[in-house]
């Protein structure tokens, strides 16, 4: 027997191509440094310095760490008189970690158990 053919021929549906898409250009640094400042007047120094990097804009980066250099010394010493010897370690390496140490911060250990 002879193979059958089908009564239609089969069709292709024509295909548009995607549509192309388009890349939202990153934020600028403002973003970043604004939240740097509010992380670090509200005392999350890692936080803040976390962000810290992401923060570009000259004036705003310069304020964010002057925040964060004014705030670290303070956080590290009451988790420290908390006992929480893990946390004030990880402040101070976090202020340190962006060039944020102070004589402050460096001594913010003294007198806790945590030294």
């Not at 670090?40 to 890692?46: L, M, P, S, T």
């Amino acid at each position: 027997t002879a193979p059958t053919t089908p009564a239609t021929t089969p069709t292709t549906v024509p295909t548009t191509p995607p549509a192309p898409t388009t890349t939202t250009p990153p934020p600028s640094g403002g973003g970043s440094c604004a939240s740097c400042v509010a992380k670090a007047q509200a005392g999350d120094v890692a936080g803040a310095a976390q962000v810290y990097a992401a923060c570009s804009e000259g004036t705003e980066k310069k304020e964010c760490l002057k925040r964060i250099k004014a705030a670290a010394p303070n956080a590290a010493k009451a988790a420290a008189r908390n006992g929480q010897c893990d946390r004030a370690r990880a402040i101070i390496a976090a202020a340190e970690h962006i060039g944020a140490s102070t004589p402050s911060l460096g001594r913010a250990l003294d007198g806790t158990s945590c030294k």
